[in-house]
């Protein structure tokens, strides 16, 4: 059982390239979303997933685009890169529930430089 | 404000020795609160769950409170190993489905 599988694990991109993270999990789960991992802040909501053909925007939506064809498959887009997008990028994935125990799997992380 | 604070921002204990981490929240309506273990250069994992009605959860030498009253949670490490070096992450989920993360404890556990 792979769980949530994110690649690449680290990248190094030129102001202005453009790139696709890509994140897949096995898991069955409904929701899926991205996060940013900042020194000396919280997680950040990028963009998020409830379904297959549905995406909407988190915290911190600028600059990103998101896709969601599959249930399995969850890329996150820069458009344009810029400084400012380094950081570390979680990819995560969930049942969409009301219930309590909605427990969210991370996957390993994406560390982006941007220089 | 940060919707989730947690405290000590870090902290250095040594082996063997006991530990307690806070979180404090404001969100509402409250649905769940976990504490993520986050080892360095990985993605965070799930240690508890604590739901409105529990008081107290423990997962091996890991022991979670919640007082859903005033808002508070704790995580408390019991005879701290090396392996426990890491960030401890409060995130609470509450609304339709939204989580509050905070910035995390960060333990360091030397010999």
């Known amino acids: 059982n792979a769980g949530v599988t994110q690649t690449p694990k680290f990248q190094v991109l030129k102001t202005g390239q453009s790139m696709t993270l890509q994140c897949a999990q096995d898991?069955?789960?409904?929701?899926m979303s991205w996060y940013r991992q900042d020194p000396g802040m919280g997680l950040r909501l990028i963009h998020y997933?409830?379904?297959?053909?549905?995406?909407d925007q988190g915290e911190v939506p600028n600059g990103y685009n998101v896709s969601r064809s599959t249930t399995e498959d969850f890329p996150l887009r820069l458009l344009s890169a810029a400084p400012s997008q380094t950081s570390v990028y979680f990819c995560?994935?969930?049942?969409?529930?009301?219930?309590?125990?909605?427990?969210?799997?991370f996957g390993q992380g994406t560390r982006l430089t941007v220089v | 404000k940060n919707q989730v604070e947690q405290s000590p921002q870090s902290l250095i204990i040594l082996e063997g020795k006991n530990c307690t981490l806070q979180c404090n929240y404001t969100v509402s309506p409250f649905s769940n609160l976990r504490w993520y273990k986050q080892d360095t250069g990985r993605g965070p994992v799930s240690l508890t769950i604590?739901?409105?009605?529990?008081n107290t959860k423990s997962n091996g030498r890991y022991t979670a409170t919640l007082d859903a009253d005033t808002k508070q949670s704790s995580l408390h490490i019991t005879a701290s190993q090396l392996s426990d070096s890491a960030s401890y992450i409060c995130?609470?989920?509450?609304?339709?489905?939204?989580?509050?993360f905070g910035k995390g404890n960060q333990v360091v556990v030397i010999p």
């Open positions: 604590m739901t409105f009605s529990e």
């Open positions: 995130v609470v989920r509450y609304g339709n489905n939204r989580l509050a």
């Open positions: 898991m069955n789960h409904e929701y």
């Open positions: 995560a994935s969930s049942y969409r529930s009301a219930g309590l125990d909605t427990e969210a799997f």
């Open positions: 997933s409830v379904g297959a053909g549905i995406t």
